[in-house]
């Protein structure tokens, strides 16, 4: 049974950071699309960061560009969202996604994930 779960949220004050953790566990693909998005109050979701834990694929939506990085611990289906001066505004709820045994080209934040972990909330005040 595939289970996607994430942590390190939290409560920070503006310019600080945190790093987000997405662990798929029970894969036995390596080659997977694992996808970081965030929805605020009253806002629709948003695919913010992506990453193909074979390697070879990274992005970084235009919103986070600069501030935000993501990263995958090699040989293990775990990613990273790096999240540094923060800013009120990208107060959210952090969900994870996972594609697994997917190809490359197909990672991508409009693919149709089919696991998702329960979020992890991160509140940035000023």
């Known amino acids: 049974q595939v289970h996607v779960a994430e942590s390190g949220g939290g409560s920070v004050q503006a310019g600080g950071s945190l790093r987000l953790s997405c662990e798929l566990a029970g894969s036995s693909y390596k080659s997977n699309c694992m996808v970081w998005f965030r929805q605020a109050a009253g806002k629709e979701r948003e695919g913010i960061a992506a990453i193909y834990t074979a390697g070879g694929y990274e992005y970084i939506a235009d919103s986070v560009q600069g501030r935000f990085t993501i990263s995958h611990e090699n040989a293990e289906n775990i990613v990273y969202l790096q999240m540094n001066d923060l800013k009120p505004e990208v107060t959210a709820m952090y969900y994870c996604?996972?594609?697994?045994?997917?190809?490359?080209?197909?990672?991508?934040?409009?693919?149709?994930?089919?696991?998702w972990g329960q979020g992890t909330q991160v509140t940035v005040s000023s």
């Open positions: 996604a996972a594609a697994e045994g997917v190809k490359r080209t197909y990672c991508i934040v409009g693919l149709d994930f089919n696991s």
